[in-house]
């Protein structure tokens, strides 16, 4: 028997935590939620209204930092702003 006629790729699983917690971890981010739909992180991250962070810098921290496989394909930009009293 052949053995590459039964080999298994094995890929790397995705773990919306640790992306979670790291973005957590970035300056000016104040809150973010990511969860797996249709087989690609999502995510949606709070950002201090000063913060001059945009989706595509978070997408590469996130390469830099964790791998690809753990990059939200989307992420959706909120912006804090001060509540009045």
Do not use: Y
Request: proline fraction near 7%; charge should be negative; include cysteine.
């Amino acid at each position: 028997m052949d053995p590459m006629t039964h080999a298994v790729v094995q890929f790397p699983r995705f773990d919306p935590k640790r992306t979670e917690q790291f973005l957590l971890s970035l300056p000016g981010v104040l809150d973010a939620s990511v969860w797996v739909r249709d087989e690609a992180l999502k995510a949606h991250v709070t950002v201090d209204a000063f913060a001059e962070l945009n989706d595509k810098e978070l997408q590469t921290a996130c390469l830099d930092a964790l791998g690809l496989h753990q990059v939200p394909r989307q992420i959706v930009m909120l912006r804090a702003h001060p509540l009045a009293a």
